[in-house]
């Protein structure tokens, strides 16, 4: 029994190696780590389980019956992250360059099926070149099991994808379907058709880094989440995002110990933030100052940057900040700030994540391309998301807040369930210039000195209905706040609805704007 145990740590260590060392070799020479390397950076150190290692594909042709390594191209098996159970499976490139075949897909299958047992997230670490050609149509079944996997488990576990190599055609569509997507710039690529594809149908000549590489997907696509230098540093970050995170939608996120008093003044704020509504600031300062320790992790930073999302923690519970952003397009919201915040609004709400929103928008972007993109439609999403939302909803109105998008960034009508305000907030149509123009527009016309009596009527429509306690004196916002006090109303009101629950009518699903 000895000798048998001997022999089989031998057959261990020889499946972790690889089927030769050249092709180790050529993976650390792409600047890449082995799938087994990058799954001991994710994992608590000793705690990762391997299931199926000596799994070996039934191929044949092609000499697919000659090369039959055991594992078959991907690491499969789940381990603790910060303590808590998690399940990962990781292409191993240096097996038939990480393709998937109906065996791969099997284990990756299994891995889906025994998470979504113990209610557990699952991360899927993909290097891999899209589907073995070799197995034709079974590849492709592999990869439809996959993804009606994603689906079902949407909302129910968090899924989290890290694209480490190559990930193409229908492989692409399974990150599409996840949480969160992290890439690593250099050594990424994540496309539909590949550059051979784009030259021979469009002609156009693109590299696979310009076509979809990490900076592409995201400053452009919205497609990656996260983009980092190194593999090390994203995967530290996957482990960090995962400790925001509830292991299921039945949970309730992780709670933290918290040394920053629930009760600091956040006095920085008053100097901060410009009472002018026209004057530009950077609202992660704000997050800043009222997170505890300052803390918090931005998703989607560089695309759609008119709008801020973001996970923290307030008195140690996890919530997801969605914010206007001055300092871009002065916080309009447009297209892609539409879906963004709707993206994180869905995710925080199937995951018992609270919901703060700081509002500071002076409207929706104007302009012919955002109408005819469909800025009706795009800006329906947000509006959807947060009228679904069920998780507890605060609401925070630093200056400005006109028009439809007030109404979008959940304002009391559409359900948020407590609404503080600053004592610069002015909650109207419009802005008191563009209002006064439509309503006195014809007096100003006809006036002896019309500039004059434009100023005259801009005030009067500021005085009356501008004014920092107008929507306060109509319920429409429960209370004027101190800034230097907005850390510890958070805080507080959160607090108080940390046991909501709102029934949700009995219906299949809604059918949310597309």
């Not at 910060?82 to 097996?95: K, Q, W």
């Not at 679904?388 to 109404?407: F, H, M, W």
Request: glycine share 10%.
């Amino acid at each position: 029994m000895r000798d048998l145990a001997a022999d089989l740590q031998r057959r261990r260590e020889d499946v972790r190696s690889g089927p030769d060392v050249r092709a180790t070799e050529a993976q650390r020479a792409r600047g890449k780590l082995t799938a087994p390397e990058r799954l001991d950076l994710l994992f608590d150190a000793g705690t990762f389980t391997e299931i199926e290692p000596w799994r070996r594909h039934r191929a044949t042709g092609f000499g697919l019956e000659r090369r039959r390594p055991h594992g078959d191209g991907v690491v499969t098996g789940w381990g603790h992250v910060h303590g808590r159970t998690v399940f990962a499976y990781a292409h191993d490139f240096r097996v038939f360059g990480g393709a998937l075949g109906e065996a791969h897909a099997e284990k990756i299958h299994k891995l889906m099926d025994l998470a979504e047992a113990a209610g557990a997230p699952i991360v899927g670490v993909c290097d891999g070149a899209g589907a073995r050609i070799q197995e034709g149509v079974t590849a492709l079944a592999g990869y439809g099991g996959i993804f009606q996997r994603n689906v079902r488990n949407s909302g129910v576990l968090p899924q989290i994808s890290v694209i480490v190599g190559p990930c193409a055609g229908g492989a692409a569509y399974s990150p599409a379907l996840t949480d969160f997507v992290f890439m690593v710039r250099d050594i990424a690529q994540l496309f539909v058709t590949g550059p051979d594809v784009v030259r021979a149908v469009t002609g156009e000549t693109v590299t696979m880094d310009e076509l979809g590489g990490a900076d592409v997907h995201a400053d452009s696509s919205g497609v990656a989440s996260f983009v980092y230098d190194d593999e090390a540093s994203c995967l530290d970050d996957v482990r960090y995002l995962l400790s925001l995170l509830p292991s299921n939608n039945r949970e309730l996120p992780p709670e933290a110990s918290c040394a920053d008093p629930v009760d600091r003044r956040a006095d920085r704020l008053l100097d901060l933030v410009p009472a002018d509504p026209g004057q530009a600031y950077d609202m992660r300062g704000v997050i800043g100052e009222i997170a505890d320790d300052g803390e918090f992790f931005e998703v989607h930073e560089r695309w759609a940057p008119n709008l801020v999302c973001a996970l923290t923690r307030l008195g140690g519970h996890v919530a997801g900040i969605v914010a206007n952003q001055p300092g871009r397009l002065a916080g309009a919201l447009d297209i892609a700030s539409a879906e963004k915040g709707a993206r994180f609004v869905q995710m925080c709400d199937a995951f018992n994540i609270p919901l703060v929103t700081l509002v500071d928008v002076p409207g929706f972007l104007p302009g012919v391309d955002q109408e005819h993109g469909g800025i009706i439609r795009h800006g329906a999403k947000l509006l959807y998301a947060y009228c679904n939302a069920t998780v507890p909803r605060v609401q925070v109105i630093l200056r400005k807040a006109y028009g439809g998008a007030y109404i979008v960034m959940d304002s009391r009508s559409i359900g948020a369930d407590v609404s503080f305000a600053w004592p610069a907030n002015e909650v109207a149509v419009m802005g008191a210039e563009g209002a006064a123009g439509v309503i006195f527009r014809r007096e100003i016309a006809a006036a002896a000195e019309p500039e004059r009596a434009r100023a005259e009527r801009i005030a009067e429509y500021r005085e009356r209905l501008m004014h920092p306690y107008y929507a306060a004196e109509r319920g429409l916002v429960d209370d004027v706040i101190d800034p230097a006090d907005t850390r510890s109303a958070l805080i507080g009101a959160l607090t108080m609805l940390r046991a909501k629950h709102r029934p949700i009518p009995s219906r299949k699903h809604g059918n949310q704007p597309q």
